[in-house]
């Protein structure tokens, strides 16, 4: 059995991922939807990282978006964003308690508030300068990371109603973006890693062109049960499987934020279905912003990945 699979948390600096700014209040945990501050509360950051050391993760997710100085483009700044000296001081933090830090940058034009600006100039000269520098800087201060995680997911209308401009790629382009901002990854020495649910609605078109060299996250939050083919989590359950019989290297992403049966579920079905050579591991991701007030959530959903590990992999401990 494999010992060295990752078993990662997603831990989150910037909050500037899904409404714009005049977005009204979405009724869950961003409310209200927009500050110009990220406010990430330092003694709940450190006290998640001491937790998963202490469950043995060995790998932490870093939303950075706009919550780190960038020297190339200080627009895309938040007001309250970490110098890049402090970042590198908490990532060094990080290894010393044995967890590998990795930087995501979500470029999925729905989940884009952080670019600013340049979100509205996605697919333009400007835009993909932007993006090379941001990733070169990123890179840097990771201090040449393994992954990179790029995002990609959910980029379609639905998920940008509240926007006062929506941006979808589609056909060649979506393409020509996602290998272009794959090879800036590359130049630095880090495997691009996205989520995989483009596949639910393109399956054909994405096992032709997606490269094996990209990472795959596909996700899935809700109970594993049967669906009805008309139902979005049949197709994505569905997408576990089928990244496997292809040959995709994947990690599998779980989740408390449709139900609390779900991390065990998901690791149940990594143990049970795939294929121990392309399974590289597991990511929870809470969706909940690094706040004092989100504290429980985030040592739970730690909590029951560590928990999920023990039942089904209890060798790795």
């Known amino acids: 059995m494999k010992n060295d699979l990752k078993w990662g948390f997603m831990l989150k600096i910037s909050t500037h991922m899904w409404g714009d700014e005049s977005s009204p209040a979405a009724g869950w945990y961003m ?12 003694a709940t950051w450190d006290e998640t990282v001491k937790a998963l050391a202490e469950r043995q993760y060995n790998l932490v997710l870093v939303d950075v978006g706009d919550a780190i100085k960038y020297e190339s483009h200080p627009e895309v700044s938040a007001p309250d964003a970490w110098s ?26 729905g989940h884009d508030t952080w670019l600013k600006q340049y979100r509205r100039m996605v697919s333009t000269p400007a835009y993909y300068q932007v993006c090379a520098d941001l990733i070169r800087e990123v ?36 393409w020509h973006d996602l ?12 495997r691009p890693w996205i989520w995989s649910d483009y596949m639910w609605y393109h399956e054909k078109i994405f096992l032709e062109k997606m490269p094996k060299s990209v990472l795959q996250s596909n ?13 979005r989590h049949y197709w994505a359950i569905r997408a576990y499987e089928v990244l496997d019989q292809h040959g995709y290297d994947q990690i599998p992403t779980c989740s408390t934020w449709t139900c609390t049966e779900n991390i065990e579920q998901t ?22 912003f690094t706040y004092a007030s989100e504290r429980f959530r985030l040592l739970d959903d730690a909590e029951r990945l560590y928990l999920a590990r023990k039942k089904w992999y209890p060798e790795t401990l």
Not at 179 to 190: N, P, Q
Not at 219 to 231: L, M, S
Request: hydrophobic share 35%; glycine share 8%.
């Open 84 to 109: 890049k000296d402090f970042l590198k001081k908490k990532l060094d933090e990080m290894r010393a308690l044995g967890l590998e830090p990795v930087p995501k940058l979500n470029f999925s034009a």
């Open 219 to 231: 996700w899935v939050y809700a109970r594993f049960q049967e669906y009805p083919e008309t139902d």
């Open 267 to 288: 690791v149940g079905l990594g143990k049970d279905r795939l294929s121990p050579e392309l399974l590289k591991g597991y990511l929870v991701a809470p969706w909940r």
């Open 179 to 190: 290998f272009y901002l794959c090879r800036e990854c590359e130049k630095y020495g880090a």
């Open 31 to 42: 409310d209200p939807p927009y500050r110009e501050n990220n406010n990430t509360d330092l």
């Open 139 to 174: 890179c840097e201060a990771f201090g040449g990371p393994s992954l990179f995680h790029l995002g990609f997911d959910e980029e379609d209308a639905a998920h940008q109603m509240t926007h006062e401009n929506i941006v979808v790629r589609n056909g060649e382009l979506w």
